[in-house]
C-alpha cells in the first residue's frame, strides 16, 4: 500500500504486507476504541492522521507447535518448488524422509470453498512437532541431508489446525486508519514482490507527510 502526497513532495509510504488495512471515517480517530468483540485492541498513532490498531480475536493463550516444512518439487517443468504439491510428489517425499528415520507426514492442504472458487490445493510434508523454534531449528539439518529443503514453521500460522476452531486463535486483525479531513495521498494495494514464498512486512510512515493541519 503506497499513499504518496498530491500536495507536496513529501511522501507517505505504508508497507503493510497481509495486514487487513481499511481507511474509516475521520469520526473512528477521535476516540479509537477495541472493537465490542476484541479480546485486545492496541492503538498507535503512525502520524497526524494516521492511527494502526492491533485487534487480537480468539484465545490469546492458545499454543501451537514449531514443525518443519518440507519444499517439494513441483514436478512441473518452469514452476518453482514450493510447500505444496500433488499427493503423489508428497507421498514419494513422506517414504523417502521416513526411510531416513524421520517422523514425517503429508496432510490435505486445500481453500474455503466459495461459489467459484476454492477446494483441494495439493499435500503438503512436514516433519515433527516442536515445543520451540530453537528446537525445530536444531532438527532442520536432518531434513536436509536426507535431500529436501525445509524451513521452520509455526503451526498456528497455518489456520487450520484444531485449535483454530471455534474459540481458537489468536487471530491478528490490523487496522490503519486514516482522517478524510486531512489525508491528501492516494491509496493502492500490492501483492509484494511474491506471492509464493513468505515475506517479511513492516509499516513504516513519514511523520510530516500526511496533508496539511485539518
Known amino acids: 500500500m503506497a499513499p504518496s502526497s498530491t500536495t507536496s513532495p513529501r511522501r507517505v509510504t505504508m508497507l503493510a504486507a497481509l495486514l487487513p488495512a481499511l481507511l474509516l471515517p475521520s469520526a473512528a480517530l477521535a476516540n479509537p476504541t477495541p472493537r465490542p468483540h476484541a479480546l485486545h485492541g492496541e492503538v498507535s498513532v503512525l502520524a497526524r492522521g494516521v492511527t494502526h490498531e492491533r485487534i487480537t480475536l480468539g484465545d490469546p493463550g492458545a499454543r501451537y507447535d ?11 517443468e518452469g514452476v518453482a518448488d ?22 514425517a507426514r503429508s496432510e490435505e492442504v486445500g481453500a474455503d470453498e466459495l461459489e467459484d472458487a476454492g477446494g483441494p490445493l495439493g499435500e503438503r510434508v512436514r516433519v515433527g512437532s516442536y515445543a520451540t523454534e530453537a528446537e ?21 500460522w497455518d489456520g487450520d489446525a484444531p485449535a483454530a476452531e471455534d474459540d481458537g486463535g489468536p487471530v491478528a486483525v490490523n487496522v490503519l486508519t486514516g482522517d478524510p479531513a486531512r489525508f491528501r495521498g492516494e491509496v493502492g ?12 512486512c513492516a509499516v513504516s510512515i513519514s511523520t510530516a507527510s500526511i496533508g496539511s493541519p485539518g
Not at 136 to 156: C, L, M, N, T
Not at 191 to 198: P, Q, S, W
Open 82 to 103: 514450493s510447500p505444496v504439491s500433488s499427493a503423489a510428489i508428497a507421498a514419494e517425499a513422506t517414504d523417502r524422509l521416513r526411510g531416513a528415520g524421520l517422523d
Open 189 to 200: 494495494a500490492t501483492f509484494g514482490a511474491d506471492l509464493e514464498r513468505t515475506e517479511t
Open 66 to 76: 514449531w514443525t518443519l516444512q518440507v519444499t517439494l518439487p513441483s514436478g512441473e
Open 136 to 156: 525445530a531449528s536444531r532438527a532442520r539439518g536432518a531434513v536436509i541431508e536426507a535431500g529436501y529443503p525445509a524451513s521452520v514453521w509455526y503451526e498456528g
